[in-house]
């Protein structure tokens, strides 16, 4: 059974009001009731509800993180990193997932700020700048910019491009893009950045539109071969969605990297286990969790940042469904 804050009163032989001030710090105690109350706590195990704390002293070591698609594996990376960090300084996450539903968003957020979090992390496609500027405690975006609001992401435009690069390097002729859903702006930078690049270089691509799921990743690809059989590099907006094509490209006898080429983007431990495995554009997400813990909590102290907007460096990962020495 759960041990209360009264039980730990009986066994120290104090009152609860006693326990409470010894808690938090707060109010004279005798050195001999502080020991007493103490050691009750050691030998029950008393662990004090944090929730129920900041809701009696109206603060908390509590951050709030928002995310889009926890079955997405960029994301629980990218939320490890803010755990990992927000633990080694003393904090504490809750986790709200919204399936990129907006309703889902603000309730996430209401309840966050109903349990007195000290500050929010969020990653969601459809920002609402105006609520998370006005909020009472600060917010760090993460895998998101805004303008007004600090901010930790990848350079999705080098990451764009140097997808592209690949496959013209590679002697790729018919590309197709498969560009992901264009209200995350880091999908619209690097499908810009693609194609922009492929055109520069007269290079004839097609593009399809894509949620970032397997699943619509299997019909995105069977649309692509049916549509576009003459397809000799695809550039996938995720690596989910790349190992749909590789699935789908098995199926249909297609060869890889013989006869078509793949680059996902993330680099997701998938990208290692399929078959071939795959190259792809390497984002630093665990470091960019732990960047954007790093900046929340210098907010809540007050603390000046050194720069509003977090840029982190992203490069290519060459496996077996390219061919190699490209770049």
């Known amino acids: 059974m759960t041990v209360t804050i009264k039980d730990v009163a009986k066994e120290a032989g104090v009152s609860a009001a006693t326990v409470s001030r010894v808690l938090n710090n707060s109010g004279y105690v005798y050195e001999d009731t502080r020991k007493a109350v103490m050691e009750a706590i050691n030998h029950l195990q008393y662990k004090p509800n944090e929730v129920a704390r900041s809701l009696y002293k109206r603060t908390s070591k509590l951050i709030g993180l928002v995310l889009p698609d ?3 594996p960029f994301f629980p990376a990218l939320a490890r990193g803010v755990e990992d960090k927000l633990q080694q300084l003393g904090y504490r996450v809750i ?3 919204t399936d990129g539903d907006a309703t889902k968003e603000m309730d996430y957020i209401d309840t ?4 007195n979090v000290v500050g929010l992390i969020a990653s969601v496609d459809r920002l609402h700048h105006e609520v998370l500027t006005n909020l009472r405690v600060p917010v760090v975006t993460v895998d998101r910019t805004t303008e007004e609001l600090p901010a930790v992401y990848a350079d999705h435009k080098s990451g764009g491009r140097l ?3 690949k496959l013209v390097r590679s002697a790729c002729e018919k590309i197709v893009v498969l560009r992901g859903p264009q209200d995350a702006k880091p999908l ?3 499908f810009q950045s693609a194609t922009q690049y492929l055109s520069e270089n007269n290079v004839f691509f097609h593009y399809l539109d894509c949620q970032l799921s397997f699943e619509d990743g299997r019909q995105k690809a069977k649309e692509l071969f049916d549509q576009f059989p003459d397809t000799d590099g695809i550039i996938a907006c995720n690596d989910l969605v790349a190992a749909a094509v590789l699935h789908e490209a098995v199926t249909r006898g297609i060869s890889v990297p013989t006869d078509l080429q793949v680059i996902g983007y993330d680099n997701i431990t998938i990208s290692e ?3 071939p495995s795959l190259t792809t554009i390497h984002q630093p997400t665990y470091e960019m969790g732990m960047k954007a813990a790093e900046m929340i909590i210098k907010l809540i102290n007050k603390e000046k940042l050194n720069t509003i907007h977090e840029q982190l460096p992203v490069f290519i990962k ?8 490209g770049i």
Not at 112 to 115: A, E, G, I, R
Not at 318 to 325: A, L, P, Y
């Open 273 to 275: 286990i399929v078959h």
């Open 318 to 325: 060459e496996r077996n469904s390219t061919v190699n020495g």
């Open 70 to 72: 926890i079955t997405n």
């Open 112 to 115: 966050f700020l109903q349990h």
């Open 95 to 97: 986790f709200g997932n």
């Open 163 to 165: 997808a592209a690069e």
């Open 188 to 190: 619209y930078d690097r």
